[in-house]
């Protein structure tokens, strides 16, 4: 059990290695979300981002591809709401090794990371199936719209 990572994070040491938990990146969703401003967090250009992502999709997306992550309760500094569950989360990504080197070629930097991010979120069947599931809630809606409302009696 001495292996083990702590709980919380230490106080930052300039002796921690790369493998250590403090040295991983961090990514919260409002750094791709295509709603956010620069102001508010974003860090890619809004035409690379995605519409609202959670925390559970990023976690999806990087686990498949290889790379070492830690999901923690975390809330960015930035969301005006701290209390909103959909704004919570931030994922910590290893992506180098004990000598220093990049865990996974492609990917050599934080953007790299984001990037594939966004490509690959939209891609995500609960993307695709809640797309089309909003699509024809959409539709009925608008035809019960143009029917004539019902007034009192009498009138």
Known sequence: MANAQPAQARPWNPDFKHTDRERWICVYPAYI??????????????????????????????????????????????ELDHRDLKTRGRIRVQLRGENGEPMIEKFPDR?????????????LKTRQQSGASTQS??????????????GRKGK
């Open 33 to 78: 979300n295509s709603r956010k401003t620069v102001k508010e967090g974003r860090i890619l250009p809004k035409e690379m981002c995605v519409d609202n992502p959670q925390t559970l999709e990023i976690r999806d997306v990087l686990g498949t591809c290889g790379l070492l992550i830690g999901v923690e309760n975390k809330v960015y500094p930035r």
């Open 111 to 123: 953007k790299s990371v984001l990037k594939y991010v966004c490509d690959m979120i939209p891609k």
């Open 137 to 150: 809630q959409v539709q009925p809606a608008q035809s019960s719209k143009n029917q004539k409302k019902k």
